[in-house]
């Protein structure tokens, strides 16, 4: 009897068994049929469970993100977690959902590419090898349907629900600097406000908050002043009634103020080839304390350029600032353009600490003109001390104030020229802050002038009403912010996931109907390919391993696998075929197994037995049989130069 030289051997050759194996004939045995059931249920099974908890998963989680991310309801007070929660529990579920799905398509293709290799007509090489799960398209493929949660289609939005009803106010901000409003208000007032808020104002989120606008990009900030709560008053003849009295808003969650008038302020920085006349638009300060504050001011197309600087250490502590005037021809590196624009927005408070927790705006914004000459009589009124030959009789807290702003704006300055000279930000945020309380106090004097006017002055009492536009409502509530999905984004989700789920159990249920058997799996891919090979060892004891390696060895395969299309062009004409086969020694009763067969499409082979060389042109060379259930004589052995 002649064999395959063992140079030839490839893995066609290595998947036929030897010609000394025993070939009984085909016979069913009465218990062969349950036994294929059991089989198939053995591994279907774990999958249809797994199917089951998908279905269940899918359908809450679709829930979930539907009442959470698109759902025109949020249902403030109920389980709705909040924004952050959100973004985190979508994260979190989605990657479970990705996961799932991947181990279930995985198993499911795996059981199947077996199923289709039992029937007699095989399954592609190529579809064999593509449906394992040591491929990693599954994974990346459900990449997508991860990215679709993501929260780069999402954004935060504010919801608010009322609790109680709505109260009449008068609120915001937006009243117009009035020269004649501010020589009412005592200069000790103003300077309080000053000293106080020069290092924090519009870092306060009580009275101010960041609003992106057109064009403030680098070197800009914009800022959005609606007044605050503690500048809101009830509607009344007089503005000495706040918000605060009377307990309807004590312990309030939240705080919503509707469609008030606010102040957007803008601030740019200055070109490095501008300044100032400083003869004629810089103003000195502070002299009468033997210390300089310079400040420097010019209107630009209704905008104002303001800069300012302090006298340098060495000349404040010789008592030279007044006498040494060289220092205010220095470059101003504090300086800054700042615009003024009213909006109308609704803005949600923190009922605790009344904190700004939103401003929706409700206008777009309109840029109003500054007047450069209001900001130097507010100057003179809190630098300056009264004048002691004038009428009227200096007031001891206006001249304790004066006396303190100027030191401290000064020594602010300094502090930082001196010990912090790398921070330019700021010292520029002094003066940005310098700048904006008269804008967001300017409501302050107004309502002080409405219920404090001196007895000489009564005919001046109608004069401080506030604006019309600041009548509005207050009303307290409850608020959230809602991570919001695109609702395109949803649905896509949502029907991805539904076609996956139901896609998945229709495969099963192919599966469970299909009569071919299912070997039994070990869960380890290599194993059950090692297990399942013939080999070509003559007498059957053969691992299989050795079949495995003969694979490498095919020239053609060698050749592609440095791509994986070049493997699988080399793999189309290739067909897996599992055919179930009795005991090699052909005992009555003997236990079935299941064993991979390959072959392919169109070879010419020829028979290696007792009439080796005679060729032929058998196009099927696997012998027909059922699989079913029934034990089939092994194919006969071919020769040729592999697959």
Same mark, same amino acid.
């Given at each position: 009897?002649?064999?395959?030289?063992?140079?030839? %051997?490839?893995? *066609?050759?290595?998947?036929?068994?030897? &010609?000394?194996?025993?070939?009984?004939? &085909?016979?069913?045995?009465? $218990?062969?049929?349950?036994?294929?059931?059991?089989?198939?249920?053995?591994?279907?099974?774990?999958?249809?469970?797994?199917?089951?908890?998908?279905?269940?998963?899918?359908?809450?989680?679709?829930?979930?993100?539907?009442?959470?991310?698109?759902?025109?309801?949020?249902?403030?007070?109920?389980?709705?977690?909040?924004? *952050?929660?959100? $973004?985190?529990? +979508?994260?979190?579920?989605?990657?479970?959902?990705?996961?799932?799905?991947?181990?279930?398509?995985?198993?499911?293709?795996?059981?199947?590419?077996?199923?289709?290799?039992?029937?007699?007509?095989?399954?592609?090489?190529?579809?064999?090898?593509?449906?394992? @799960? *040591?491929?990693?398209?599954?994974?990346?493929?459900?990449?997508?349907?991860?990215?679709?949660?993501?929260?780069?289609?999402?954004?935060?939005?504010?919801?608010?629900?009322?609790?109680?009803?709505?109260?009449?106010?008068?609120?915001?901000?937006?009243?117009?600097?009035?020269?004649?409003?501010?020589?009412?208000?005592?200069?000790?007032?103003?300077?309080?406000?000053?000293?106080?808020?020069?290092?924090?104002?519009?870092?306060?989120?009580? #009275?101010? +908050?960041?609003? &992106?606008?057109?064009?403030?990009?680098?070197?800009?900030?914009?800022?959005?002043?609606?007044?605050?709560?503690?500048?809101?008053?009830?509607?009344?003849? #007089?503005?000495?009634?706040?918000?605060?009295?009377?307990?309807?808003?004590?312990?309030?969650?939240?705080?919503?103020?509707?469609?008030? &008038?606010?102040?957007?302020?803008?601030?740019?920085?200055?070109?490095?080839?501008?300044?100032?006349?400083?003869?004629?638009?810089?103003?000195?300060?502070?002299?009468?304390?033997?210390?300089?504050?310079? %400040?420097?001011?010019?209107?630009?197309?209704? @905008?104002?350029?303001?800069?300012?600087?302090?006298?340098?250490?060495?000349?404040?502590?010789?008592?030279?600032?007044?006498?040494?005037?060289?220092?205010?021809?220095?470059?101003?590196?504090?300086?800054?353009?700042?615009?003024?624009?009213?909006?109308?927005?609704?803005?949600?408070?923190?009922?605790?600490?009344?904190?700004?927790?939103?401003?929706?705006?409700?206008?777009?914004?309109?840029?109003?003109?500054?007047?450069?000459?209001?900001?130097? /009589?507010?100057?003179?009124?809190?630098?300056?001390?009264?004048?002691?030959?004038?009428?009227?009789?200096? $007031?001891?807290?206006?001249?304790?104030?004066? $006396?303190?702003?100027?030191?401290?704006?000064?020594?602010?300055?300094?502090? #930082?020229?001196?010990?912090?000279?790398?921070?330019?930000?700021?010292?520029?945020?002094?003066?940005?802050?310098?700048?904006?309380?008269?804008?967001?106090?300017? =409501?302050?004097?107004?309502?002080?002038?409405? #219920?404090?006017?001196?007895?000489?002055?009564?005919?001046?009492?109608?004069?401080?009403?506030?604006?019309?536009?600041?009548?509005?409502?207050?009303?307290?509530?409850?608020?959230?912010?809602?991570?919001?999905?695109?609702?395109?984004?949803?649905?896509?989700?949502?029907? *991805?996931?539904?076609?996956?789920?139901?896609?998945?159990?229709?495969?099963?249920?192919?599966?469970? =109907?299909?009569?071919?058997?299912?070997?039994?799996?070990?869960?380890?891919?290599?194993?059950?390919?090692?297990?399942?090979?013939?080999?070509? !060892?003559?007498?059957?004891?053969?691992?299989?391993?050795?079949?495995?390696?003969?694979?490498?060895? =095919?020239?053609?395969?060698?050749?592609?696998?440095?791509?994986?299309?070049? +493997? /699988?062009?080399?793999?189309?004409?290739?067909?897996?075929?599992? +055919?179930?086969?009795?005991?090699?020694?052909?005992?009555?009763?003997?236990?079935?197994?299941?064993?991979?067969?390959?072959?392919?499409?169109?070879?010419?082979?020829?028979?290696?037995?007792?009439?080796?060389?005679?060729?032929?042109?058998?196009?099927? %060379?696997?012998? !027909?049989?059922?699989?079913?259930?029934?034990?089939?004589?092994?194919?006969?052995?071919?020769?040729?130069?592999?697959?």
């Amino acid at each position: 009897m002649k064999v395959a030289p063992k140079s030839r %051997v490839a893995w *066609s050759a290595a998947t036929w068994p030897s &010609p000394n194996l025993h070939t009984p004939e &085909p016979e069913q045995p009465p $218990n062969e049929d349950s036994k294929h059931e059991g089989s198939k249920t053995k591994e279907i099974w774990p999958l249809m469970l797994l199917w089951v908890f998908m279905a269940v998963f899918t359908i809450l989680y679709a829930v979930f993100i539907y009442r959470t991310l698109l759902s025109g309801d949020p249902g403030i007070g109920s389980l709705l977690p909040s924004a *952050s929660d959100t $973004n985190l529990a +979508v994260s979190i579920l989605s990657q479970v959902f990705a996961n799932v799905v991947d181990m279930l398509l995985t198993g499911v293709f795996d059981v199947l590419r077996w199923q289709l290799a039992a029937r007699f007509a095989g399954i592609s090489a190529t579809t064999f090898f593509q449906l394992s @799960s *040591s491929t990693q398209w599954i994974p990346v493929f459900f990449l997508t349907i991860t990215k679709l949660s993501g929260g780069d289609r999402a954004e935060f939005v504010y919801y608010f629900k009322e609790t109680a009803e709505r109260m009449p106010v008068f609120a915001g901000s937006g009243v117009p600097l009035d020269e004649a409003l501010l020589a009412l208000v005592p200069a000790s007032y103003i300077g309080v406000f000053f000293v106080s808020w020069i290092p924090t104002l519009l870092d306060v989120p009580k #009275y101010a +908050v960041s609003m &992106p606008t057109a064009g403030c990009g680098d070197n800009c900030t914009s800022v959005f002043l609606p007044g605050g709560i503690e500048t809101t008053r009830k509607l009344a003849p #007089y503005l000495n009634m706040t918000l605060l009295e009377g307990g309807a808003f004590r312990d309030s969650e939240t705080i919503q103020i509707h469609n008030a &008038p606010g102040i957007l302020l803008r601030f740019d920085a200055l070109p490095p080839s501008f300044d100032f006349d400083r003869a004629l638009e810089c103003h000195l300060y502070g002299q009468h304390l033997n210390d300089t504050l310079q %400040v420097c001011i010019r209107p630009v197309n209704g @905008s104002l350029a303001v800069g300012w600087a302090a006298c340098p250490t060495p000349l404040y502590q010789t008592a030279s600032c007044t006498a040494n005037t060289t220092w205010l021809a220095n470059p101003l590196p504090k300086r800054v353009l700042m615009t003024r624009y009213k909006q109308y927005a609704t803005t949600a408070y923190n009922g605790l600490d009344f904190s700004i927790l939103n401003v929706s705006p409700t206008s777009p914004a309109v840029p109003e003109t500054l007047d450069a000459t209001i900001y130097l /009589a507010i100057w003179s009124k809190i630098f300056h001390p009264p004048d002691p030959t004038s009428n009227t009789s200096p $007031n001891e807290n206006d001249i304790a104030v004066t $006396n303190a702003l100027t030191y401290a704006a000064t020594w602010l300055l300094r502090l #930082y020229d001196d010990v912090f000279p790398d921070d330019a930000h700021t010292p520029l945020s002094h003066l940005r802050n310098f700048l904006a309380i008269p804008q967001q106090f300017m =409501v302050t004097c107004l309502q002080f002038a409405n #219920y404090s006017v001196p007895a000489g002055l009564k005919e001046w009492e109608g004069r401080f009403a506030l604006p019309d536009d600041m009548q509005t409502t207050a009303v307290r509530g409850r608020s959230t912010t809602r991570f919001l999905a695109l609702g395109w984004v949803v649905w896509v989700y949502i029907a *991805s996931a539904g076609v996956v789920v139901v896609g998945v159990g229709g495969v099963i249920l192919g599966m469970v =109907v299909r009569r071919e058997g299912i070997p039994g799996s070990s869960g380890f891919v290599e194993v059950d390919l090692a297990a399942r090979f013939q080999d070509t !060892r003559g007498d059957g004891e053969g691992d299989g391993l050795r079949a495995m390696r003969e694979l490498g060895r =095919v020239g053609e395969l060698r050749t592609a696998v440095s791509s994986s299309f070049g +493997v /699988a062009r080399e793999l189309r004409r290739r067909r897996i075929r599992v +055919v179930s086969v009795s005991a090699a020694d052909g005992r009555q009763g003997a236990s079935t197994g299941y064993e991979l067969f390959a072959f392919r499409e169109g070879l010419k082979t020829e028979h290696i037995g007792d009439n080796a060389g005679e060729n032929n042109s058998e196009l099927d %060379v696997l012998e !027909r049989a059922d699989t079913e259930g029934t034990r089939v004589a092994s194919p006969r052995v071919i020769k040729g130069t592999g697959w």
